[in-house]
């Protein structure tokens, strides 16, 4: 299984990158990532007893949400747009009908961007990534999108070479949209600001690689043929027009059964890049293509708590799942592998048998108990890993089982190894890895040398081991392919295009 941190999360904010997933109509998940489910009730990746699928948020307020840097906590869906790292002093104007912000000149958008990302990794409680430190977010993000060289920054890169032309203002106005709450992140159509700030050169009826390059924002390519294959340029669709997503209809339509509509798809509606109708969900456990369905009521069978009503989770009873009500604080709870958390950086804001909370060791218990306790801040008292909150910490171990949160080592740090079974997934500041030999925090390890998550750049973690990314006619097994390749028979090839 190849190893690899999803991070395009937040890349919506200027550049399609999944922007038009299937939104749900807001459910235990709260969020637009159903996609990420891999189908099965229950991973061991969300520190809860029930499981709740693979990438299942939520807007339920967690414990703690320190800001480092600026000391500010701001509760989930109440941010305040004046964060906005572009921006600081964003408003809301009837002219814009949106946050306005300051202009950003070409040359400082990879630094707001990132800024932007980060901030809001740090006060949007229930995401799929949380930071404690915006500082070591930027440290992160900057090495991960240095070493993917796509999203936005491909887009900087295309501006810059005259393939695209970038409005200042609109990309402050996109940025400030964002920084205005931590709901406008979850995702879905982009915002006419957003939409605005890179605009192609390309007419319609020419070749085109993605939405941006096209003078009408629209990039149309076959549904049979590779996403690598290039498409052409078309208008977007009025309603009952056809599209591929919701950025193909134009205004407020959205996609629905590869029909421009108003509203989402309702039960039944095709969804797997298209958005369904408020109280639905996006349904990918079904072999065939997602479907738009009901979100569970408590006791309703589930795959992941976003199939779930909000303030349900989906539970794990002998591989079935439940919607099920979580535990309040105090509460009796199974603990994970013994550990009582997910990672030794809290990773996720994960919602399951303890809300948004985690099941903490029981005092006296053994085996499996636990109780449900809060996530705590940096400096407060921690019994185990996974009870810190954000990627970026975790719970020294002071002998007696009781520690208090810190930031994970930096280079040159003292750290330990990861070990899953112990709940300790990230052990130095990403994307630092713990030498095995040393126990001290350092750069990424280079090629054929082992590896838990990142290696340095251009290198990919494989099956535990850093590996370039195979060409043409290499083995793909246990590696990547190259940029605009795919692996078909386990081999890495071009793909084949129509005429």
Request: charged content about 20%.
């Amino acid at each position: 299984m190849k190893s690899r941190l999803a991070i395009c999360v937040l890349v919506a904010v200027l550049a399609a990158c999944g922007n038009s997933g299937g939104s749900t109509g807001g459910g235990g998940g709260g969020s637009t990532d159903a996609a990420t489910g891999d189908g099965t009730a229950g991973t061991a990746t969300d520190g809860q007893t029930g499981g709740d699928g693979a990438g299942s948020t939520t807007d339920t307020t967690t414990a703690g949400d320190t800001k480092a840097g600026d000391g500010a906590t701001t509760p989930s869906d109440t941010a305040s747009a004046g964060d906005a790292a572009t921006t600081g002093d964003a408003a809301t104007t009837a002219d814009t009908g949106g946050p306005v912000g300051k202009p950003v000149p070409i040359e400082q958008l990879e630094t707001e961007l990132l800024k932007a990302m980060c901030q809001g990794f740090v006060k949007c409680e229930g995401g799929d990534i949380q930071f404690s430190s915006v500082d070591s977010c930027l440290t992160f993000l900057g090495a991960q999108f240095a070493k993917e060289g796509d999203g936005p920054f491909k887009l900087i890169a295309e501006v810059k070479a005259g393939k695209i032309t970038y409005d200042p203002i609109a990309a402050g106005n996109c940025l400030a949209y964002f920084a205005s709450s931590c709901s406008a992140m979850g995702g879905g159509k982009a915002p006419a600001a957003c939409k605005a700030t890179f605009v192609g050169k390309t007419p319609d009826g020419q070749s085109c690689t993605s939405d941006e390059v096209c003078t009408s924002g629209r990039c149309e390519k076959s549904t049979t043929a590779s996403s690598s294959c290039p498409g052409k340029c078309a208008p977007v669709s009025k309603a009952g027009g056809a599209c591929q997503s919701d950025d193909h209809c134009e205004g407020n339509l959205l996609c629905v059964n590869e029909k421009c509509a108003a509203g989402g798809g309702k039960v039944g509606a095709t969804c797997n890049s298209q958005s369904c109708e408020a109280g639905l969900f996006c349904d990918y456990s079904a072999a065939s293509e997602a479907k738009c369905a009901p979100l569970g009521k408590e006791g309703g069978p589930c795959f992941g708590s976003e199939a779930c009503e909000k303030g349900l989770y989906c539970k794990n009873t002998d591989g079935k799942g439940s919607c099920t009500k979580p535990s309040a604080a105090g509460a009796a709870c199974t603990l994970q592998g013994g550990s009582g958390g997910s990672g030794g950086s809290g990773m996720g804001g994960s919602f399951g048998e303890c809300g948004s909370g985690i099941c903490l060791p029981k005092s006296g218990g053994t085996g499996g108990e636990g109780t449900c306790g809060a996530k705590a801040k940096v400096g407060q008292p921690c019994m185990g890993p996974g009870q810190c909150y954000g990627m970026d910490t975790w719970c020294p171990s002071e002998g007696d089982g009781k520690g208090t949160c810190k930031l994970l080592p930096g280079k040159g740090g003292a750290c330990q190894q990861p070990d899953l079974m112990k709940g300790l997934i990230f052990t130095c500041q990403m994307p630092l890895s713990c030498d095995p030999a040393t126990k001290v925090c350092g750069d990424p390890p280079g090629e054929g040398k082992p590896c838990f998550a990142f290696c340095a750049p251009g290198l990919d973690c494989n099956e535990g081991k850093c590996t370039a990314k195979a060409k043409v006619g290499q083995a793909c097994g246990d590696a990547d392919c190259d940029s605009g390749l795919e692996c078909m028979d386990g081999k890495c090839v071009k793909p084949v295009c129509g005429g």
